[in-house]
């Protein structure tokens, strides 16, 4: 198999981070590919969403789309098995209370841990993934900016030795634009839109990173200002007043929204879909139908 | 709301990210102060605007007097967890050498970003700290952001742990001896012989040292948590939870409130952000406004399923306050006082 192409998706807490990323895994499966979506953290999401106790080993959740949580612990200990390459000292390791102590110390070995599974099939170290697409559902942008930060801390902190090399290796592949793309999910609204606006000019400028941007639950409100503003006007109750005020608010939010990110390099929108009711797989395929007119 | 506001001297607003927490916290703050009282409100992450509506745009952690007209007195104050950590270390270290050899530590200056727990350590430690100094008649604290609310109440525990007796007593024993000269205990030998496969041994000599080191300031950090869990479970703090109308993070809402009830903190208010405004009689409604309104309410028709099987699930002294959506940013001090008058009157 060719190596996968891996996404990394982002976005400030609660704007729709794992369902922009399940919604681009399943696109990417029904096309035929065979995709592996990635939760990190300390619980899972996707198991309420599928309806599936999601663990590390992939569960294939509809036709080609596999879903798994990775916890870094888990992960660093998949990968230092690959270099003690015995399991009895591996489970030693991490079962002494001073290791567990040290572990937790020191810096960025969770963020390292994760990225490095993540890299692992286009790095050649690890166990195979035998994925086309591997889409991570990563942490919000602040801590994706520690993770992206914390491979070269390391290597710079600890010098050579192989995490050091493993380091630099897995800096290397999340800094080139060939192999993974970077994905900002926000909201029509100022604050979210501000904040993507500053965090994808720090990715242009630290790590020289384009990212794409995906404005989720955007509302389709087929009405322009003028017409609105008469509802405001000739509202005959408060409630009927108040509707035209929130209709008047939200048409005006996304208007902003739209025109300062329409100046990032690519703009993509999800409608506001009605929430999550029976099948998660049908809810995503329409989502995904709806959000084509938008 | 006003006894929330009246009986308490700490106020703890939890809930999962993204439900606007900062922003009730800081109405519930503007309403107090209001109201007549001395308030504090500490946050963590607001928007720059809301930032600048406070006055923290360069101060920081100092706790700082907001210019807002009002019977009592609103201060604010944002969390550095860095700034607090090394003041802590400063008042608790044993001499001034140790301070510094602290500070210098590499793995220290990375500490506020990579231990767990030590954000929230340290945002327990600042609220202690200003509630002992009885400066305030409420203080209200804006927990930080984590994937799981209940993380907050447990994230201390955690943190010291890390510092658990055996193991800075390993460091303190072994390390002036040569690290790896004279260990005892001979599985902790070999894990030490792969941790040194892996970071090598420069890397682990900075470990140690940033064990033995702070490692002697366990006993405070474990003292003073206890001291904060205290605090906590005391009838002087209350807690608020903060929640949207979102089906999982209901369930995720409704998972805390249980927690909190069954390990005796006293929740007083449940507030539901970001309410659609439904409306019972459309009939005046021209056409084309009709349309528009039924196809935002089909899509957020579920809010109201939410609220019911929200309201079912709290008992009668629990508050339950929902916030409609508001149709202007709230990034002033104005939009505030407007917000705290709309929702506790
Ligand atoms: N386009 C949409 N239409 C309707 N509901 C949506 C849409 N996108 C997300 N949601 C709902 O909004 C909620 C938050 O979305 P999601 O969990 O994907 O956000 P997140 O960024 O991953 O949050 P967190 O930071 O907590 O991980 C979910 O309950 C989801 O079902
Ligand atoms: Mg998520």
């Known amino acids: ?294 | 709301m006003f006894s929330l506001l009246s009986s308490h001297k700490l106020i703890l607003s939890v809930g999962t990210g993204g439900v606007g927490k900062t922003t009730v916290s800081a109405s519930l703050a503007v309403a107090a102060a209001m109201a007549g009282k001395k308030v504090l409100v500490v946050t963590i992450d607001p928007s720059k605007r809301l930032k600048t509506a406070l006055g923290l745009d360069d101060l920081g952690t100092d706790i700082t007097k907001v210019n807002l007209e009002a019977k009592g007195e609103l201060y604010a104050s944002l969390l550095d967890p860095k700034k607090i950590f090394d003041s802590f270390i400063k008042k608790n270290a044993k001499n001034p050498e140790l301070c510094e050899k602290i500070f210098a530590n590499k793995l220290y200056q990375n500490i506020s970003s990579l231990l767990a727990g030590s954000q929230e350590f340290t945002s327990l430690e600042f609220v202690l700290e200003a509630y002992e100094s009885n400066r305030f008649d409420l203080i209200i604290l804006d927990t930080p952001p984590s994937q799981h609310a209940i993380d907050f109440l447990r994230a201390p525990q955690r943190f010291y742990h890390l510092f658990d007796d055996k193991v800075v007593s390993w460091f303190q024993t072994n390390g002036d001896i040569g690290f790896l000269a004279k260990i005892v205990h001979s599985g902790t030998k070999k894990a030490t012989a792969v941790l040194e496969r892996l970071v090598g041994k420069g890397f682990l000599t900075e470990i140690y040292e940033f064990f033995s080191l702070v490692g002697s300031l366990a006993g405070t950090i474990q003292r003073r948590s206890i001291e904060a869990q205290n605090l906590l479970s005391s009838p002087e703090a209350a807690f608020c939870l903060v929640s949207s109308f979102d089906p999982i993070k209901t369930v995720e809402a409704k998972e805390l409130y249980r927690l909190l009830k069954r390990e005796g903190y006293s929740l007083r208010a449940v507030v539901m952000n970001r309410a659609f405004p439904f409306i019972e009689n459309t009939d005046s409604m021209p056409k084309d406004f009709l349309a528009v309104y039924n196809d935002l309410a089909e899509r957020f028709k579920e809010q109201k399923l939410l609220q019911r099987s929200m309201l079912e699930e709290i008992a009668g002294d629990v508050a339950y306050l929902s916030i409609p959506e508001q149709d202007f940013e709230i990034s002033s001090l104005e939009a505030l006082k407007t917000l705290s008058q709309s929702i506790f009157i």
């Open chain 1, 1 to 294: 198999m060719s190596q996968p192409s891996l996404f990394f998706i982002t976005g400030k807490g609660g704007v729709g981070k794992s369902t922009t990323a399940a919604l681009i895994a399943k696109h990417h499966a029904n096309l035929g590919k065979r995709v592996l979506l990635v939760e990190i953290g300390d619980s899972s999401y996707y198991s309420m969403l599928f309806k599936k106790p999601i663990a590390f080993d992939p569960v294939e959740v509809s036709s080609n789309l596999f879903v798994s949580h990775w916890q870094w612990f888990r992960c660093l200990k998949e990968y230092v098995t690959h270099v003690i390459k015995i399991e009895t000292v591996t489970n030693l390791f991490f079962e002494n209370a001073v290791m567990k102590s040290i572990i937790q110390v020191a810096p960025g070995l969770p963020e390292i841990a994760l990225l490095g599974k993540f890299t692992s099939s286009i790095r050649h170290v690890g166990p195979s993934m035998p994925y086309d697409i591997v889409v991570m559902d990563a942490h919000s942008t602040g801590h994706a900016l520690s993770m992206l930060r914390a491979p070269k801390g390391l290597f710079e902190t600890i010098g050579f030795g192989p995490l050091g090399d493993h380091s630099k290796g897995i800096h290397d592949t999340m800094m080139d634009s060939e192999l993974v793309k970077y994905i900002t999910v926000c909201l029509p609204e100022e604050l979210p839109v501000t904040e993507t606006v500053e965090f994808t000019e720090t990715l242009k400028t630290e790590f020289k990173i384009e990212s794409e941007v995906w404005l989720n639950k955007v509302l389709p409100i087929q009405a322009d200002a003028e017409t609105i503003d008469q509802w405001q006007e000739t509202a005959a109750t408060d409630d009927v007043k108040k509707a035209a005020n929130y209709i008047q608010g939200q048409v005006q939010k996304q208007k902003t929204s739209f025109e300062i990110l329409e100046k990032t390099d690519r703009l993509h929108k999800i409608i506001y879909y009605r929430s999550l009711d029976g099948e998660a797989i049908n809810w995503l395929s329409n989502l995904e139908k709806e959000s084509k007119d938008v």
